[in-house]
């Protein structure tokens, strides 16, 4: 395998304190990298850099990890401009909302499926992103369910089975068989290709019993568990998420002090999606109150059709220092290594020795320009598994 040297890096965040400064970024300043194959296999002082086949001047600009985009809804059809323009114009939008996209999806082909998954994983990828989940939710039957799944395993080993989105508009008038639906034939048709399984916890989707059925049937598949918990409401989703060690309740908006102690005590991840709060002009999550607490918080898109159509980490960045009360250090870090920790990883999220070799060069000095230039595109470079993609 060869060897590629990236030097004169400004500032190289590795997410790791023993490498650097001493902080969770673990700053190296006048750094260097080098890649063999596709890990790291050192990283330290540019003037130390041993000697490689291959040498990258990243011209006194930054390096980062590559961000870890750990809650998105990509296995989707059509679009809801209308829904959103009648959202941001004080317009009340009556078309079907989150049917609208099943349906759209249910119509579409597999390989409009597919080509629309890679469209939006191009577009992540352009600006940073190296790693993604994706869930299924817009099919809703076994067969558009299991399909969906399918494709994604194409794209990612991170995979969520979100059988439980919404009840199924086909059981309208029986939420219950459509939980024995989801737990019986649905999961058996969709385990052998995913990791995970999720469910929407919250008034008008599943309740908490709801839930616990949902997640321990998948969990008796071999799937780990993932909570949409406490978006809309206060509710039973987060304390389930930590009572089953689910990797992460995704959305968080709504916390008692129960809530914020249960996540602080336990070791289910906060992932925090700002992009659902900008595209409803909802209420944002207090970041601030969680990380106090002691609590682990990742940032991720949700791309989604309905709620928080960006594909953007940065973006996502810019909003947690802006809106919720992050650091720009404490947002980078939960979109890289806080993002790794929801997926439960330890080889992506940082730039270590022994880490995969997913690194970002941005056109700036310093990786505080991404909340200080917000909506500029900074991203110059992009290394995936150690092969450079842009």
């Not at 499926?113 to 939710?137: C, M, P």
């Not at 290394?383 to 150690?386: L, M, V």
């Given at each position: 395998?060869t060897?590629?040297?990236?030097?004169?890096?400004a500032?190289?965040?590795?997410?790791?304190?023993?490498?650097?400064?001493s902080?969770?970024?673990?700053?190296?300043?006048?750094?260097a990298?080098?890649?063999?194959?596709?890990r790291v296999?050192?990283?330290?002082?540019?003037?130390?850099?041993?000697?490689?086949?291959?040498?990258?001047?990243?011209?006194?600009?930054?390096?980062?990890?590559?961000?870890?985009?750990?809650?998105?809804?990509?296995?989707?059809?059509?679009?809801?401009?209308?829904?959103?323009?009648?959202?941001?114009?004080?317009?009340?939008?009556?078309?079907?909302?989150?049917?609208?996209?099943?349906?759209?999806?249910?119509?579409?082909?597999?390989?409009e499926?597919?080509?629309?998954?890679?469209?939006?994983?191009?577009?992540?990828?352009?600006?940073?992103?190296?790693?993604?989940?994706?869930?299924?939710?817009?099919g809703?039957?076994?067969?558009d369910?299991?399909r969906a799944?399918?494709?994604?395993?194409?794209?990612?080993?991170?995979?969520?089975?979100l059988g439980?989105h919404?009840?199924?508009?086909?059981?309208?008038d029986d939420?219950?068989?459509?939980?024995?639906?989801?737990?019986?034939?649905?999961?058996d048709?969709?385990?052998?290709?995913?990791?995970?399984?999720?469910?929407?916890?919250?008034?008008?989707?599943?309740?908490?019993?709801?839930?616990?059925?949902?997640?321990?049937?998948?969990?008796?598949?071999?799937?780990?568990?993932?909570?949409?918990?406490?978006?809309?409401?206060?509710?039973?989703?987060?304390?389930?998420?930590?009572?089953?060690?689910?990797?992460?309740?995704?959305?968080?908006?709504h916390?008692?002090?129960?809530?914020?102690?249960?996540?602080?005590?336990?070791?289910?991840?906060?992932?925090?999606?700002p992009?659902?709060?900008?595209?409803?002009?909802?209420?944002?999550?207090?970041a601030?109150?969680?990380?106090?607490?002691?609590?682990?918080?990742?940032l991720?898109?949700?791309?989604?059709?309905?709620?928080?159509?960006?594909?953007s980490?940065?973006?996502?960045?810019?909003?947690?220092?802006?809106?919720?009360?992050?650091?720009?250090?404490?947002?980078?870090?939960?979109?890289?290594?806080?993002?790794?920790?929801?997926?439960?990883r330890?080889?992506?999220g940082?730039?270590?020795?022994?880490?995969?070799?997913?690194?970002?060069?941005?056109?700036?000095?310093?990786?505080?320009?991404?909340?200080?230039?917000?909506?500029?595109?900074?991203?110059?470079a992009v290394?995936?598994?150690?092969v450079?993609?842009?």
């Open positions: 395998m060897t590629t040297a990236i030097t004169n890096i500032s190289l965040v590795t997410n790791d304190p023993s490498l650097g400064d902080s969770p970024l673990g700053l190296i300043l006048d750094a990298v080098v890649i063999e194959g596709d296999v050192w990283t330290g002082e540019s003037r130390k850099a041993p000697a490689t086949d291959n040498a990258v001047d990243a011209g006194g600009r930054a390096v980062i990890p590559g961000f870890v985009d750990s809650h998105s809804h990509l296995l989707f059809a059509g679009d809801r401009t209308q829904e959103f323009n009648a959202r941001m114009s004080g317009r009340r939008y009556t078309a079907g909302g989150i049917r609208t996209t099943v349906a759209a999806t249910r119509a579409a082909t597999d390989d499926l597919s080509a629309n998954v890679v469209r939006y994983l191009t577009e992540a990828l352009r600006q940073g992103t190296t790693t993604f989940e994706t869930k299924s939710g817009y809703l039957t076994v067969e369910e299991a799944l399918r494709i994604a395993a194409r794209h990612t080993d991170e995979v969520t089975y439980a919404v009840v199924s508009p086909d059981y309208a939420p219950a068989g459509y939980v024995d639906l989801v737990t019986g034939p649905m999961l048709a969709c385990a052998p290709y995913a990791r995970w399984v999720d469910v929407f916890c919250e008034k008008g989707a599943f309740d908490g019993d709801q839930a616990r059925a949902i997640l321990t049937a998948g969990m008796a598949k071999g799937l780990h568990p993932r909570v949409h918990a406490n978006q809309l409401s206060y509710g039973p989703g987060v304390q389930l998420a930590v009572e089953l060690d689910a990797a992460s309740a995704d959305h968080c908006t916390l008692t002090d129960a809530d914020v102690d249960a996540l602080a005590q336990g070791d289910t991840v906060a992932t925090l999606l992009g659902a709060e900008f595209s409803t002009r909802a209420d944002w999550p207090d601030r109150r969680i990380l106090d607490a002691g609590a682990t918080v990742a991720s898109t949700d791309c989604n059709p309905g709620s928080s159509f960006t594909s980490m940065p973006f996502c960045v810019a909003l947690a220092v802006r809106d919720m009360g992050m650091t720009p250090d404490e947002a980078l870090w939960s979109a890289t290594a806080g993002g790794a920790a929801a997926l439960r330890t080889d992506i940082r730039i270590a020795p022994g880490a995969r070799a997913d690194l970002v060069l941005l056109d700036a000095p310093s990786h505080v320009h991404l909340a200080y230039r917000p909506g500029v595109p900074l991203v110059q290394w995936q598994r150690g450079r993609t842009l």
